[in-house]
């Protein structure tokens, strides 16, 4: 941007004589054009990224982007989220952090927040042809994003790209309809209640329609089992220690409920008075909507949270905090339901919803947790963080939960994203990317881990790459503390 103003003050002689150096090492042009020597000039329009006249077009938005709205400037609402991307380039790192696990594995700025941020400009811009911005290229763009949200947190300017592509697969959707594996993964908190009836059936066709419906034959699918929540008579606890509402997603529900029971039996000997949330109506189980969300199905997403609200409003109302136990579960309510459904009571929710491992460590911070706990016999814990944990901070607070435990030595792996990401490392046509992303440095980790090491990780897909990977058993942190119950 500053070459044109070298000429005036070293004179034309020197910036030729640097225009020689220059074709004699670079005879074709083609390392840094324009730098030094024959540069543009600053003021020529037809490079600016907003060129004259730039403009986007109103379009109805699914979810509120509202806080990026600034007055008195040209782009609102998505527009202006999009925008926020300045071409700083943070998201080409690799030494550490989680952005942005696509980039990592393919090497390739069209699957990188930053190309991603400008392919989508210049679609709701116009500057890719009409109606690009729902089109086949922008979907190729946004397809190996994992909405990981490392961006959300680790790019400066807090570009949220998981969230804009909620936005995008709404309205790509919308004008093209979806797929049946879409729908079959996106609409599993609804049949979930009738398939954890009849898990074996389940599971036998779920086999058989396995490469059907694009999933990778290389992948083991999770399996149906007894819903935690059906098979729990209760639905309240006293407890001398306060009240705390246990959320039990849809995955920790139907296909790891050892999860479920264990977290109960660590609130339950914290001497926690413990409320199971359950809808209102006594229907079936609550859901986060994140299967929707994943899908760009925005309104089925919205008709789950406010399930979710009227259920626990009540205990909201009162200051109950709310636990969970799936990270992209949980952290849903604190980040997508307030873009959702904006307003009192979901900023309200918001701050009253804590991951197990945040509650504990709180609670011990503020000398409340009354846990006793005895060693374990591995005396080695090795922790991968889901990206969502580490995007809101959370993962100190899962540290500490686990330095609860005597003996334990934890260790945290330095690690992007483990690949799985909700359904993207189950699909066919996603699952070489998805053990790419694992082998940069999770599976490596895991499978150079002694035997008697104990391998950590809340997030259900996480585990099931570590066990796909690497033919190793992942635990939550709730099993471990539950195990160390003295």
Known sequence: MR?????PIIGPRLVAALAEIKDLFDPKGLLNPGKIVRPSKQDDASLFR???GYAVPKMAEALDWSEWSVRGAASTGFAAAVEMCNNNGHCRKFDAGTMCPSFRATGD????TRGRANTLRLALSGQLG??????DDVFEALDLCVSCKGCRRECPTGVDMAKMKIEFLHHYHARRGYAMKDRLIAYLPRYGPLASRFPRTANAVQRMGKRAFGFAAQRSLPKWRRSFLGSLRRSSSDGKAGEVVLFVDTFNNYFEPENARAALAVLDRAGYGVHIARATDGSRPLCCGRTFLAAGMVEQAKAEAQRVLAALEPYVGRGVDVVGLEPSCLLTLRDEFKAMLPGGETDALAESALLFEEFLAREHQTGRLALELKPLAEKRALLHGHCHQKAFGAMP??????SLVPELKVETIESSCC??????GYEARHYAVSMKMAELALLPKVRSAAEDTLLVADGTS????IADGAAREAVHVAQVLARALA
Do not use: Y
């Not at 070459?3 to 000429?7: A, G, H, P, Q, T």
């Not at 009409?130 to 089109?135: E, L």
């Not at 690949?419 to 993207?424: C, E, I, P, V, Y």
């Open 397 to 402: 607070a899962v540290q500490r939960a686990l």
């Open 419 to 424: 690949g799985m990401a909700g359904n993207f």
């Open 130 to 135: 009409p109606d690009a911005f729902t089109s």
């Open 462 to 465: 996480c585990r099931h790459q």
């Open 109 to 112: 700025e069209k699957h990188l």
């Open 3 to 7: 070459s044109e103003w070298i000429e």
């Open 50 to 52: 907003f060129k004259p």
